[in-house]
C-alpha cells in the first residue's frame, strides 16, 4: 500500500475507491461557496502579486529556460551529484542516509530518535515529511512533534493535511484562526492578524528551545560544496535547524543541483512563482554541524535522501521531466480545477497539476491514475510553470498508462472502440452521423433518455445541442453533385 | 475538400485510448496527406495534428515521417487567414458587441491570440470587448465535461459570468467544443447572452445581428 493511504484520513479498500472518493469530495468541494470565495481573494492577490513581481525580472521567460536547462542538466546526473553531495557533507561531520522508501526513512529516523533520547521535535515545514507520514509516525511512537511554519501550525493544531504545498491553510479564515486559537491556546478572539501570530510564536518559543531535534525540508541542495537550501518567510526553518542539539533534514533525490552558483537563479524563481516575492525573507544553507571552534550550530546534522517512487520516473523518459519540479506551487495556483475544489479534494501529499503528474507515478497508477482526468488540459499550469514542465502533456501519458491497465469503465473502452472503427472509414462517419442526430433528436424528445451515463452527467447543467438538419460536410457533397 | 474526412483522433487520445486514436490518425494522414495547406477552425484539432501526432505516431510508427510533414502545414483557420495569407480584413460585416474567449488549445499550443481579435476588429459594424481573464478556460476539456461536471459547469458559469459582464452581445471563439459547452450552458440557464464561432462571423454579412 502507497505510504500515503497510511494516513486513515485518506485509506480506501481497493483502488478503484480512492477515485469515487475523489469525485465525491470533488462535489461537495466545488459546491462550498465559501471556500469558492477565499480561494478567489487569496489567489487573485497572489496573481496580482506574481504580476507586479515580474518587473524584476530582466527576461522572465529567458530565466525559465534556464532554470529548465539547469533542473534537466541535474536531474540528468542525478547519480553522480548526489554521491558528490553525499562524500562533501560526510566531511563536514555530516551523517547522510539514503531510503528507498518511506518505511525505510521513517526507521532512519526513528534510529536517530532512539540513539539519542529525543523526546520533542520542532519541525520546519516540509512536504517530504507529509509524503512519508512522519508526524503521525513519530506521535505513535511518543515523541511530541510541534510544527513552526505558521500555517503548518495552524493544521497540526486542526488535525488537517496542508491543503496547498506552499499555504497549508490557504482554506482558513483569520476568523476560524483566531476561533481555533481561542479554543486551543486561549487566546482571547481578536481579529488582528499580529496579534494571532504573536500569540502563536509565545507558543512556539518555548518549543524550539526545549526541543531535542530540529526537523526541516530542504528546497535545494548543493553537490559543491556540499550543502542544503532552505526557504522560508518566518525564520522558524532557521531556528528548527540549528537551536536544537539535532538538525535532522529530508529531502527527495531530485532536489540536488551541480553548483552554488546556480541559486542566484533559483532562490529568486522559487520566491517568484511561490509567493510573488522578488526574495523570501530568510534564505539558508546548512553544510554540516557545529564545527571545532564554532559557538553554535547542532551537534548533530543528519540528512535523509529520499527515493520513494523517483528512480521510477527517473527510469521513465517520458515522465523524468517531471522531476525538475521545485515545489513552488505556482501550477495549483494557476489551475482552474484547484481554484474550484482546493487542495483537499485531491486526497494526496502533492495536490494540483503537479501533483496529478508525479502522485500516480509515486503511489500506484491504479489507484491514483484517475487524478490526471481532474484536468480540462487547458495548460495554464505549463504555462506558469518556472522550470517548463510541460504538466497537462504528461497528463495525457498518464491517462494512457491508466488505460492500458484498468480503463476507467467498460462503457468507455468500448464506446473508444466503437469511435475508432467508425472514424476510420468515411462511409461509418456519414452514417454514424446520421445515427447521432437521430440519436439527439430522440433525446430531446425522450427526456427520460437523460438519465443514462455521460448524458446524465452532461445535461445535469447544460442542454444537448439541436444537430444541424445537414452538416457541412452533407451540404458540400450535395453542391458537387448539382 | 476532401469528403472522406472524419476526425482527428484527439477524443481518443485525451482520453487515454491511443490505441484506439492510431487508425484515425493514420486515415487523416490518408485523406488529407497530399495536399500543400490544411486549414481547419479548430485550434483543438489543429493542435493534435500539429503536436500529437508526433506523441502518437512516434519514430517507431512507419508513418512517423508523415506525422511530422503534416504537422508544418495544417494551420487554425485565424492563424491561416492572418499568418499566410496576410489578410486582416476579410469584408464581414456585423452589427453586435463581441467578446473574444481565447480556446486554450489555440491561445497556448499554437499561440493564437492576437489573429482572431484583429479579424474581428476589421468586421464592420463589430465592437470587440475584453472580458475579465478571457484567458481562463471555458472549461470543456473532452470527456472532463462529463466526467467533472461539477467544476466543468462551475467553470462555464464563470466564463459566461465575465463575458455578460463585459457587456458583449456573443460570446466568440474559434473552437466549436467550448461554444457546444457553453451554449449548453446558456440555454439550460438563461444566460443573456448567444455563442457563435469565430467562423461564423468571418461568413456574415448582416449589418444588424
Redesign the interface.
Known amino acids: 500500500m502507497p505510504s500515503y493511504c497510511r494516513d486513515p484520513r485518506f485509506q480506501g479498500d481497493d483502488g478503484l475507491s480512492e477515485a469515487r472518493d475523489f469525485l465525491t469530495r470533488e462535489r461537495e468541494k466545488a459546491s462550498d461557496q465559501d471556500l469558492k470565495g477565499i480561494l478567489r481573494r487569496t489567489l487573485t492577490n497572489h496573481h496580482l502579486a506574481v504580476e507586479r513581481n515580474e518587473a524584476h525580472w530582466i527576461d522572465w521567460q529567458v530565466a525559465r529556460s534556464l532554470a529548465a536547462s539547469w533542473k534537466h542538466d541535474a536531474i540528468s546526473r542525478l547519480d553522480s551529484l548526489l554521491e558528490e553531495l553525499e562524500t562533501n557533507l560526510t566531511a563536514r561531520g555530516t551523517v547522510v542516509h539514503w531510503a528507498s522508501n518511506a518505511d525505510e526513512a521513517l526507521d532512519i529516523i526513528d534510529t536517530v530518535v532512539r540513539e539519542n533520547g529525543v523526546q520533542s521535535v520542532i519541525k520546519g515545514k516540509s512536504m517530504t515529511t507529509e509524503e512519508i507520514g512522519l508526524n503521525e509516525h513519530l506521535e505513535a511512537g511518543a515523541v511530541e512533534v510541534v510544527e513552526s511554519d505558521l500555517g503548518e501550525f495552524i493544521i497540526q493544531l486542526r488535525g488537517e493535511k496542508p491543503f496547498h504545498i506552499i499555504t497549508p491553510a490557504m482554506h482558513l479564515t483569520k476568523s476560524d484562526i483566531s476561533a481555533l486559537f481561542e479554543e486551543k491556546l486561549d487566546v482571547p478572539h481578536t481579529d488582528d492578524a499580529e496579534t494571532l501570530t504573536r500569540a502563536a510564536r509565545a507558543h512556539m518559543r518555548s518549543r524550539f528551545l526545549q526541543a531535542d531535534m530540529g526537523i526541516t525540508g530542504a528546497n535545494f541542495a548543493i553537490a559543491n560544496p556540499g550543502l542544503i537550501s532552505i526557504t522560508e518567510n518566518e525564520g522558524n526553518g532557521i531556528l528548527s535547524a540549528s537551536a536544537p542539539r539535532i538538525h535532522l533534514a529530508i529531502m527527495g533525490i531530485e532536489k540536488v543541483l551541480p553548483q552554488l552558483e546556480q541559486l542566484a537563479l533559483f532562490l529568486p524563481l522559487l520566491s517568484h512563482s511561490g509567493t510573488g516575492q522578488f526574495l523570501s525573507c530568510y534564505n539558508s544553507f546548512f553544510g554540516g554541524p557545529r564545527q571545532t571552534g564554532e559557538r553554535d550550530g547542532p551537534e548533530q546534522f543528519h540528512l535523509v535522501l529520499l527515493d520513494n517512487g523517483r528512480t521510477g520516473i527517473l527510469a521513465d523518459p517520458e515522465q523524468r521531466e517531471s522531476l525538475q519540479c521545485i515545489r513552488c506551487g505556482a501550477c495549483l495556483n494557476a489551475c482552474p480545477i484547484f481554484r474550484n475544489i482546493g487542495g483537499h479534494a485531491y486526497g494526496v501529499t502533492y495536490q494540483g497539476p503537479i501533483g496529478s503528474v508525479i502522485s500516480p507515478n509515486l503511489l500506484g497508477v491504479k489507484e491514483f491514475g484517475h487524478l490526471s482526468f481532474a484536468s480540462s488540459l487547458c495548460g495554464k499550469c505549463a504555462e506558469v510553470c518556472p522550470v517548463r514542465i510541460n504538466i497537462h502533456h504528461h497528463l495525457l501519458e498518464n491517462r494512457r498508462n491508466l488505460v492500458k491497465i484498468s480503463p476507467p469503465s467498460t462503457l468507455e473502452r468500448h464506446g473508444f472502440r466503437g469511435y475508432s472503427r467508425t472514424m476510420v472509414s468515411a462511409t461509418r462517419y456519414r452514417m454514424a452521423v446520421r445515427f447521432a442526430r437521430l440519436g439527439l433528436g430522440m433525446i430531446q424528445r425522450v427526456p427520460f433518455l437523460k438519465r443514462f451515463g455521460p448524458i446524465q452527467k452532461w445535461t445535469a447543467s447544460r442542454t444537448l445541442p439541436v444537430p444541424a438538419r445537414t452538416s457541412f460536410l452533407e451540404q458540400v457533397a450535395e453542391e458537387r453533385k448539382s | 475538400?476532401p469528403?472522406?474526412?472524419?476526425?482527428c483522433?484527439q477524443?481518443?487520445?485525451?482520453?487515454?485510448?491511443?490505441d484506439?486514436?492510431v487508425?484515425?490518425a493514420?486515415?487523416f494522414l490518408d485523406v488529407f496527406g497530399t495536399y500543400d495547406q490544411i486549414v481547419s477552425p479548430s485550434g483543438s484539432c489543429v493542435t493534435m495534428v500539429r503536436h500529437?501526432f508526433e506523441?502518437l505516431l512516434t519514430d517507431h510508427h512507419p508513418r512517423a515521417r508523415e506525422a511530422g510533414e503534416i504537422a508544418g502545414k495544417t494551420h487554425e483557420l485565424c492563424e491561416f487567414l492572418v499568418g499566410t495569407l496576410k489578410t486582416e480584413n476579410v469584408g464581414a460585416s456585423f452589427g453586435a458587441t463581441v467578446a473574444y474567449h481565447d480556446a486554450?488549445?489555440a491561445l497556448?499550443?499554437l499561440h493564437v491570440k492576437e489573429q482572431p481579435r484583429r479579424l474581428l476588429q476589421n468586421v464592420s459594424g463589430l465592437t470587440l470587448v475584453e472580458m475579465e481573464n478571457p484567458?481562463?478556460?471555458c472549461?470543456?476539456?473532452?470527456?472532463?465535461?462529463?466526467?467533472?461536471?461539477?467544476?466543468?459547469?462551475?467553470?462555464?458559469r464563470e466564463k459566461l459570468d465575465a463575458a455578460v459582464g463585459s457587456g458583449a452581445d456573443y460570446v466568440v471563439t474559434t473552437d466549436s467544443s467550448c461554444l457546444?459547452?457553453l451554449?449548453?450552458?446558456v440555454?439550460?440557464?438563461e444566460v443573456p447572452i448567444r455563442c457563435l464561432h469565430i467562423a461564423e462571423i468571418l461568413a456574415s454579412r448582416e449589418t444588424t445581428a
Not at chain 2, 139 to 156: I, L, Q, Y
Open positions: 475538400m469528403l472522406d474526412q472524419t476526425c483522433g477524443p481518443a487520445f485525451n482520453s487515454g485510448y491511443w484506439e486514436a487508425p484515425v493514420e486515415h500529437f506523441k486554450c488549445h497556448r499550443e484567458e481562463n478556460c472549461g470543456f476539456g473532452g470527456t472532463f465535461a462529463a466526467k467533472h461536471e461539477p467544476v466543468s459547469t462551475a467553470m462555464g457546444l459547452h451554449n449548453g450552458l440555454e439550460a440557464q
